[in-house]
């Protein structure tokens, strides 16, 4: 099974030199970064408006990118004209997370307060957003972007300039280091070997939700995850007073669905949004490609009974193959 998926598959870092040495530096002041957010908004309101895929792509890259131009192509099949019922994003209260160090990419985190759920139950909660420069000629763009229920963000390590520490992905002092993350995720979904991870929503839950899923009426699905932790979708970390990090790291996962024709009048779940982005005829079979953004929450190694802690997951569909 693995082998077919693989052939069917679709296909933390500023730098200056002191006398020839690199020393790490904030990677944006705190005036830079509120512009950055400021720019960011007046980009992604016109692009989610007109579902212009080709507009955003210019504030946005890594997981969240890839989510948010696969769904605004197929808004834009559905609707060419655009977004009549668009309401305009609005961030307030937002605070600055700002990691100083050494090379590239640089990034930085916005923690904001967003109208995307007001008059809600979850009114209360946060966004948190990744803004990431690749280099000195390159733009900001927001890799992740996760909601995080109120009192979950914890308090960062910083300096005596409030500037945050970074989480070296090979650090081997957390109890899964940054780097691994990825991997040691797709690899507990596909096995269930725990790997560190608490148990929870995005962990035995989805476990649970795959074997309740692998067989319906009408179709059969299997699943193939694969580690997203290069270029753009880097993970990124910081350091917590507590000692461990909070950590921003992505994923790819893939559904591939085969008709059962034991059954009478069996269906794929075809709906507008997967044939909108479709290549290819689906007579059989429907492969889906998924990317999922998690923000979790890593302890210090040495803690045997301390477990990886999802605060927040999304899950987006970016691509789909008929077969």
């Not at 296909?11 to 720019?39: D, H, M, W």
């Not at 579902?51 to 990118?65: E, F, R, T």
């Not at 990825?182 to 148990?199: Q, T």
């Not at 699943?223 to 753009?232: E, R």
Request: aromatic letters at 8%; glycine letters at 8%; proline letters at 7%.
């Amino acid at each position: 099974m693995t082998a077919a998926l693989t052939v069917l598959a679709l296909t933390a870092s500023g730098c200056t030199t002191v006398r020839g040495e690199e020393t790490p530096v904030p990677t944006a002041s705190r005036a830079e970064a509120a512009q950055t957010l400021k720019a960011f908004l007046a980009t992604y309101n016109r692009a989610e408006q007109a579902y212009d895929a080709k507009l955003i792509d210019s504030v946005v890259a890594g997981p969240y990118g890839d989510r948010r131009k696969a769904s605004l192509r197929a808004g834009r099949v559905a609707k060419p004209g655009g977004n009549p019922d668009f309401k305009p994003l609005e961030l307030t209260d937002t605070k600055f997370v700002i990691p100083k160090k050494a090379g590239w990419p640089r990034w930085f985190v916005a923690d904001a307060d967003s109208n995307r759920d007001e008059g809600t139950d979850k009114a209360d909660r946060r966004v948190a957003l990744v803004f990431n420069k690749e280099a000195t000629d390159r733009p900001w763009k927001v890799t992740y972007v996760l909601n995080l229920a109120a009192g979950t963000m914890p308090v960062f390590k910083t300096d005596k300039d409030g500037w945050a520490e970074p989480v070296d992905p090979q650090a081997r002092d957390l109890s899964i280091p940054v780097g691994e993350l990825s991997k040691r995720y797709g690899r507990y979904l596909s096995d269930g070997v725990p790997n560190g991870f608490a148990p929870g929503t995005h962990t035995t839950g989805r476990r649970a939700v795959r074997a309740r899923d692998a067989y319906r009426p009408g179709f059969t699905t299997q699943y193939l995850d694969q580690p997203a932790d290069t270029g753009s979708y880097a993970p990124v970390g910081l350091r917590t007073k507590d000692g461990g990090a909070l950590v921003f790291f992505a994923s790819r996962h893939f559904e591939q669905m085969k008709l059962d024709r034991s059954v009478k009048n069996p269906k794929l779940p075809l709906n507008d949004t997967v044939k909108a982005i479709m290549t290819g005829t689906s007579t059989d079979t429907l492969i889906r490609e998924m990317v999922s953004a998690q923000a979790v929450t890593v302890p210090p190694a040495g803690r045997p009974e301390a477990r990886v802690l999802f605060l927040s997951r999304t899950n987006g569909l970016i691509a789909a193959k008929g077969a």
